[in-house]
């Protein structure tokens, strides 16, 4: 977590993406999960060294400008020399078998989905909606959990949005759009949004998006006093009755009523 942190401080001083810090912890996970990444889990130094260089390499490779190696060994005050990078960053390019595409992020995905919004969806309602989104997305870079059972980035993405469509609350004449966008959303997706992985993913993300919304007063003010009614169980389909979960709204014969 402490690493992951620093990434997103490093891109948020040299004003990038913070998509860039995805793609180098997917570059991390991938090369901690070959043979000769290993041993770099069981050395703290190692780690270290292999997380800022899966950084460096990712910002080289997608934002406009990289960064020196001399300024990477900066950034890491001076605990690693400029040799030690650029060799971290051949050991890896060797372990991934120089296969460094990008696989779409989670925040790839919300931003495509939410294109997917009906035209009357005003600009202040897809704003708030893809903030909120946004964020899950990047807690979820934090959480080891999304890593070990191997989540989909749509999954993250579908998940991060219905929460934040939850969190508007159903019970006003503006969301009127949301059971045709949740049947677009089945139809593009091909997977029923009811089921298990949706629903412990929304309740992992969610949790960890009130968490933060304690202690960050941006958060909060973006959901809104939402945080305290809209609360969803680690339980399978344990949602709330106002959430936009239920059944109804999700099987393949509510979505056909609609046509």
Same mark, same amino acid.
């Given at each position: 977590?402490?690493?992951?942190?620093?990434?997103?401080?490093?891109?948020?001083?040299?004003?990038?993406?913070?998509?860039?810090?995805?793609?180098?912890?997917?570059?991390?996970?991938?090369?901690?999960?070959?043979?000769?990444?290993?041993?770099?889990?069981? %050395?703290?130094?190692? &780690?270290?060294?292999?997380?800022?260089?899966?950084?460096?390499?990712?910002?080289?490779?997608?934002?406009?400008?990289?960064?020196?190696?001399?300024?990477?060994?900066?950034?890491?005050?001076?605990?690693?020399?400029?040799?030690?990078?650029?060799?971290?960053?051949?050991?890896? &390019?060797?372990?991934?078998?120089?296969? !460094?595409?990008?696989?779409?992020?989670?925040?790839?995905?919300?931003?495509?989905?939410?294109?997917?919004?009906?035209?009357?969806?005003?600009?202040?309602?897809?704003?708030?909606?893809? %903030?909120?989104?946004?964020?899950?997305?990047?807690?979820?870079?934090? %959480?080891?959990?999304?890593?070990?059972?191997?989540?989909?980035?749509?999954?993250?993405?579908?998940?991060?949005?219905?929460?934040? !469509? #939850?969190?508007?609350?159903?019970?006003?004449?503006?969301?009127?759009?949301?059971?045709?966008?949740?049947?677009?959303?089945?139809?593009?997706?091909?997977? #029923?949004?009811?089921?298990?992985?949706?629903?412990?993913?929304?309740?992992?993300?969610?949790?960890?998006?009130?968490?933060?919304?304690?202690?960050?007063?941006?958060?909060?003010?973006?959901?809104?006093?939402?945080?305290?009614?809209? !609360?969803?169980?680690?339980?399978?389909?344990?949602?709330?009755?106002?959430?936009?979960?239920?059944?109804?709204?999700?099987?393949?014969?509510?979505?056909?009523?609609?046509?």
């Amino acid at each position: 977590v402490k690493m992951c942190n620093w990434c997103y401080q490093v891109i948020d001083y040299c004003n990038f993406n913070r998509e860039t810090v995805h793609i180098a912890l997917s570059y991390l996970d991938r090369f901690l999960s070959t043979k000769s990444g290993r041993p770099y889990l069981q %050395d703290a130094a190692l &780690f270290q060294l292999a997380t800022i260089t899966t950084l460096y390499m990712a910002i080289k490779l997608f934002e406009p400008i990289g960064l020196e190696v001399r300024l990477v060994s900066v950034l890491s005050r001076d605990c690693y020399t400029e040799k030690q990078v650029t060799d971290m960053e051949m050991k890896i &390019f060797i372990a991934l078998g120089w296969r !460094m595409h990008m696989i779409p992020t989670p925040l790839a995905f919300v931003e495509h989905l939410i294109a997917l919004l009906p035209a009357s969806v005003n600009g202040p309602t897809r704003k708030r909606l893809t %903030d909120i989104a946004r964020h899950q997305t990047e807690l979820s870079v934090i %959480d080891y959990y999304f890593t070990k059972h191997q989540i989909n980035s749509s999954i993250i993405a579908v998940s991060a949005i219905l929460n934040g !469509m #939850d969190s508007g609350g159903r019970n006003n004449a503006s969301t009127f759009w949301y059971r045709p966008y949740l049947c677009k959303l089945r139809e593009v997706l091909g997977c #029923d949004l009811e089921m298990q992985q949706v629903n412990q993913v929304r309740a992992k993300l969610w949790r960890a998006l009130t968490q933060c919304a304690g202690e960050d007063q941006r958060v909060a003010t973006l959901l809104g006093p939402s945080r305290h009614y809209c !609360m969803m169980d680690q339980k399978i389909g344990s949602i709330s009755p106002g959430c936009v979960s239920r059944r109804s709204v999700y099987t393949q014969s509510a979505c056909n009523d609609t046509k």
